[in-house]
T-cell receptor, first 112, second 115 residues
Framework: GESVGLHLPTLSVQEGDNSIINCAYS??????FIWYKQESGKGPQFIID?????DKRQGQRVTVLLNKTVKHLSLQIAATQPGDSAVYFC???????????FGTGTRLTVIP | NAGVTQTPKFQVLKTGQSMTLQCAQD?????MSWYRQDPGMGLRLIHY???????DQGEVPNGYNVSRSTTEDFPLRLLSAAPSQTSVYFC??????????????FGDGTRLSIL
C-alpha cells in the first residue's frame, strides 16, 4: 500500500496553543491531499484539502502546508481548543489511481 | 440531507455467518466506497463504485461482495464471516467519480465483531 504516514502517533498541547500535525508521503504523483478529523465513535470528518499546485491553504483556524520537494504535508490548528481533541488523518490521491490512501493518524490531546 | 447513513451501528456474528452492512447517501453522489479501520492502521479500501452498476475492488476485497443497483445504496456483504473481519467499517461517498479534487464524506461506521 501507499506509505502515507505520520511522524508522531500522539500530540499533546495546552489549550490556546497552536498545534502542528505532520504527514509524509512517498509518491511524487500524488496530486490531492485531505485532512480528516475523527472523534471517538464517529466517522472521519473533512477539515481541509489542498491540490498539488498549491503550497498553502487556509480555513477557519486551520492551515495546510504542502512541501512537494520533501513530500511533506502539515496541518496547523490555531488556538487549539478542547473540542479539537481527536485523531487526525491525512489522505492522498495519486494521479491515475482515483482512490484515496490514508495515513494511520495522530491523536491530538488538548490539555485544559 | 442526512448525508451517509450506515446500519447497523453494532453487530456481533459467529464465524461462518453471513450479513449485509447497509450504506445509503442522499446527496446524489456518484462515487461510493467501503473501508475498514483496524487499530494502528489507516483506513483500507475494500470496494468502491463510480456509479450505479459499476463496482471495483480496492486494497482488501477478499471475503466481501458489493453491488450498486441504485445511486443511493451501496451494501457490503460478508459471505462467510471470519474473526479476521472484526473491524470498524466505514462507507463514504463523493460527488464526482474523480477523486483528485474533492473529499469523501463518511458515515459513522459499523462496529463488527466476529466470534
Amino acid at each position: 500500500g501507499e506509505s502515507v504516514g505520520l511522524h508522531l502517533p500522539t500530540l499533546s498541547v495546552q489549550e490556546g496553543d497552536n498545534s502542528i500535525i505532520n504527514c509524509a508521503y512517498s509518491n511524487s504523483a500524488s496530486d490531492y491531499f485531505i485532512w480528516y478529523k475523527q472523534e471517538s465513535g464517529k466517522g472521519p470528518q473533512f477539515i481541509i484539502d489542498i491540490r498539488s499546485n498549491m503550497d498553502k491553504r487556509q480555513g477557519q483556524r486551520v492551515t495546510v502546508l504542502l512541501n512537494k520537494t520533501v513530500k511533506h504535508l502539515s496541518l496547523q490548528i490555531a488556538a487549539t481548543q478542547p473540542g479539537d481533541s481527536a485523531v487526525y488523518f491525512c489522505a492522498e490521491n495519486i494521479a491515475g489511481a482515483n482512490n484515496l490512501f490514508f495515513g494511520t493518524g495522530t491523536r491530538l490531546t488538548v490539555i485544559p | 440531507n442526512a448525508g451517509v447513513t450506515q446500519t447497523p451501528k453494532f453487530q456481533v456474528l459467529k464465524t461462518g455467518q453471513s450479513m449485509t452492512l447497509q450504506c445509503a447517501q442522499d446527496m446524489n453522489h456518484e462515487y461510493m466506497s467501503w473501508y475498514r479501520q483496524d487499530p494502528g492502521m489507516g483506513l483500507r479500501l475494500i470496494h468502491y463504485s463510480v456509479g450505479a452498476g459499476i463496482t471495483d475492488q480496492g486494497e482488501v476485497p477478499n471475503g466481501y461482495n458489493v453491488s450498486r443497483s441504485t445511486t443511493e445504496d451501496f451494501p457490503l456483504r460478508l459471505l462467510s464471516a471470519a474473526p479476521s473481519q472484526t473491524s470498524v467499517y466505514f462507507c463514504a461517498s463523493s460527488y464526482s467519480r474523480w477523486q483528485g479534487n474533492q473529499p469523501q464524506h463518511f458515515g459513522d461506521g459499523t462496529r463488527l465483531s466476529i466470534l
